[in-house]
């Protein structure tokens, strides 16, 4: 079978540990095929690159594993997202599942379970660690919380856009409207413009409350 890998995680010492566990226990026609250290060069490598399964850390600068996902997703259908992550809480399970992920293992059983997550993704199948495993089986057996649905743990949090999560991460990475423009290759005004739907949207009246809410809703760490 061949499975072509792309690894994603913002800290090179990580990203190397996976690629060399991939490669010493590698299935024949399994190849990785590049890395990624944040979620927009994710995107980006993905469009290039066209690999078949993409082992993605969850919390990243610039671009968190969520939304990198959904755009890697929305372009490329047929690729397979698998989330590393420390995070053994239900609603982080929830949000990579509504994201559109199909396996989540937690980075303390990386080195155990990855070869085997990456085997059953490429095959088409999911993949879970035990402990992730089981909440998604609570979940399924609530009517579905934990299977995919999308999460509104805070005010308005479904109405964002694709582009005004972009924003807000990196508004609470302490970016300027300059910098934020930079970034996302768009104008200063429009950069502000997105500031001011953010915090209309969400019923903030200040970059602190924005920062606050990304935090709470795993967008950024604190």
Same mark, same amino acid.
């Given at each position: 079978?061949?499975?072509?890998? @792309?690894?994603?995680?913002?800290?090179?010492?990580?990203?190397?540990?996976?690629?060399?566990?991939?490669?010493?226990?590698?299935?024949?026609?399994?190849?990785?095929?590049?890395?990624?250290?944040?979620?927009?060069?994710?995107?980006?490598?993905?469009?290039?690159?066209?690999?078949?399964?993409?082992?993605?850390?969850?919390?990243?600068?610039?671009?968190?594993?969520?939304?990198?996902?959904?755009?890697?997703?929305?372009?490329?259908?047929?690729?397979?997202?698998?989330?590393?992550?420390?995070?053994?809480?239900?609603?982080?399970?929830?949000?990579?599942?509504?994201?559109?992920?199909?396996?989540?293992?937690?980075?303390?059983?990386?080195?155990?379970?990855?070869?085997?997550?990456?085997?059953?993704?490429?095959?088409?199948?999911?993949?879970?660690?035990?402990?992730?495993?089981?909440?998604? @089986?609570?979940?399924?057996?609530?009517?579905?919380?934990?299977?995919?649905?999308?999460?509104?743990?805070?005010?308005?949090?479904?109405?964002?856009?694709?582009?005004?999560?972009?924003?807000?991460?990196?508004?609470?990475?302490?970016?300027?409207?300059?910098?934020?423009?930079?970034? @996302?290759?768009?104008?200063?005004?429009?950069?502000?413009?997105?500031?001011?739907?953010?915090?209309?949207?969400?019923?903030?009246?200040?970059?602190?409350?924005?920062?606050?809410?990304?935090?709470?809703?795993?967008?950024?760490?604190?």
């Amino acid at each position: 079978m061949t499975v072509r890998i @792309l690894v994603v995680d913002d800290h090179e010492v990580v990203r190397q540990g996976l690629r060399s566990i991939l490669e010493t226990q590698a299935h024949a026609g399994w190849t990785v095929c590049g890395e990624a250290g944040n979620g927009r060069e994710a995107v980006d490598r993905a469009k290039e690159l066209l690999p078949d399964v993409i082992v993605m850390d969850l919390s990243m600068p610039e671009l968190n594993g969520l939304e990198a996902t959904r755009q890697i997703l929305a372009a490329q259908p047929g690729c397979s997202v698998l989330i590393l992550s420390a995070s053994e809480t239900e609603d982080a399970v929830r949000d990579v599942l509504a994201a559109g992920a199909r396996g989540y293992v937690l980075k303390s059983d990386a080195s155990r379970e990855l070869v085997a997550a990456v085997d059953s993704l490429g095959a088409g199948r999911p993949f879970f660690s035990a402990k992730v495993a089981n909440f998604v @089986l609570r979940g399924f057996m609530r009517g579905g919380a934990g299977a995919g649905t999308t999460m509104t743990s805070g005010p308005g949090r479904s109405a964002l856009t694709s582009r005004e999560r972009e924003v807000l991460q990196l508004i609470a990475e302490g970016r300027s409207n300059k910098e934020v423009a930079v970034a @996302l290759d768009i104008g200063v005004k429009t950069a502000e413009a997105h500031r001011a739907n953010l915090m209309r949207k969400l019923g903030v009246r200040s970059v602190g409350e924005l920062v606050r809410y990304a935090v709470r809703n795993k967008i950024v760490e604190p």
